[in-house]
């Protein structure tokens, strides 16, 4: 079993940043590549980017990419999502999710965290 919690969210203007965190515990961390989706009352859940058990590999969503950068520390059992030149549009709650390996599907990813909300007013 592994439990995540994100932390990190938080109402920002447009054009503004936030890193959001994910803390991971109950298993061995580094065995695991992390995912970072987001979701709205109006669309599916919708994947934002991933990053491989080592770091070496980082997947983004075309509409992040160049934005968003996702890094994490073994060591900190704890994965980050930095998000600049923030959109209204980006606005969701986030989700940190744990899996195999990385990818865009959420059905690789079976342990999710409970989501923090972040708002970019324009």
């Known amino acids: 079993q592994v439990q995540l919690v994100e932390s990190g969210g938080g109402l920002v203007q447009a054009g503004g940043s936030l890193r959001l965190s994910c803390a991971a515990s109950?298993?061995?961390?580094?065995?695991?590549?992390m995912g970072w989706f987001r979701q709205t009352p109006r669309k599916e859940r919708e994947f934002v980017g991933c990053i491989s058990r080592s770091g070496t590999t980082r997947y983004y969503a075309d509409s992040v990419k160049g934005r968003f950068s996702i890094s994490r520390d073994n060591a900190k059992n704890t994965v980050y999502l930095q998000m600049n030149s923030l959109k209204p549009e980006d606005t969701a709650v986030y989700y940190c999710a744990t899996g195999t390996s990385c990818g865009s599907s959420s059905a690789m990813y079976p342990y999710w965290g409970q989501g923090t909300q972040v708002t970019v007013s324009s």
């Open positions: 109950g298993r061995t961390f580094s065995t695991y590549g």
